[in-house]
């Protein structure tokens, strides 16, 4: 058996299929010849790199002429030629159908449309081949002519213009020699294909035979050509591959893609996955790792936090004596801006300590004393003072007032 990565190819033999395979760059070697007439009857066949050459009886040729030049257009061209004479694709049955051109003629091109037929169950090997064919075209051929030889007990032919595959039939004879029915046929395609006003001018007719048995009296006196029995040419991969591709090889093949795309799409999210959990982990190890030097640089300044407490517990004992907010002088100036101005208030006796202001004094008017009253509860500089402002009482001279100013006790800081 070849090796996987070795080209191969599946043939249909004179009474079987026929494994093909060798070098890339070489010839290829017969390596197995079986009696099956069906590829899903073959076992052990290459793991990839196969191609299946399709039998001519499994295809329709149609040659024509088109009106330009463009490659883009061929397909096109051959699908409405398609309809036109009846024949159409299965559209669900895969990629049926392939184009190949055989010459420029003036402005316009001769090419082939090549129509498959749906693959039965069983037709089809039981590993995905990589590639499919047909036989016409992986046989070299030189020149113009005909070849006729046997696939899979019945004779078959095939035109060529200048080496190229122009049209191919299946014949129903499955005599040991071709007879004169076969050289008919050929003779109503060149007849067909004159009718379609393309030119095939064979120069010979190759009969590929095994036995080389077969003389040409059946084949020379009904043509008028050189007959050549020769063995049948050893297979080739075309340069161009070819389109072809059944619908049961089509779904596998979209089956496999999206398994491996299913794989893919798994080993990326497991990827993103393992990267989330180790760029979590590495900043978890960095807040440990920072954690444990704060920890440590906490412990060695324990004492001094110690120390630091204590400090700030006698400062905050000594806020009223320390904190110029409670100085009596600055007290006084803010009580004194507290007045309200050309009111006649005045302050008989003003008695500041550290948590308690007490005024005393007189006003020719009763609403100088409440103004004076709301100012100190207003005023934005005295806000730290609870303020007990009781009715003025009327005197002689006026209106005597006293007003009473507590301190809270400062929070520890």
Known sequence: MSKSKDPSILIPGELGWELWSGAATGDLTLVNSTA????????????????????VKAITALPLRVASQDPALFEDFATLHGERIGLKADPMAGQLTDVFEIAHEGEGALIVSV????????????????SFDITPRIFPFEGDGVAVWKELGRWVFAIFREGKFVFSEATSESGEHPNTAIAREIRLALIQLSMQEIACKPKRIEIWSSSLEHGPSALLPELGLPVQVSPRPIPRLPQLASKLLPADVRAARRAALKQRNTRLTIFAVLALYLAGIGWLAYHAWTDISLARKLNAKAEAIAPEAGAYELHLKKWAELAHCVDLTYAPVDVLFR?????????GLRLKTADISAVEVKLIGEAPQLQGVNSFSLNLKNNNDLVHYTWETPPANQSTRGWEFRFNGN?????AQ
């Open 36 to 55: 099956h007439t069906s590829p899903g009857e073959i076992q052990d066949l290459p793991a990839s790199e196969l191609t299946l050459a399709f039998p």
């Open 115 to 130: 129509m498959l037929r749906a693959p039965a169950d069983g037709e089809m090997p039981r590993r995905s081949p990589k």
């Open 407 to 411: 301190v809270p006790e400062v929070p």
């Open 335 to 343: 009580i004194a801006n507290s007045i309200p101005p050309a009111s």
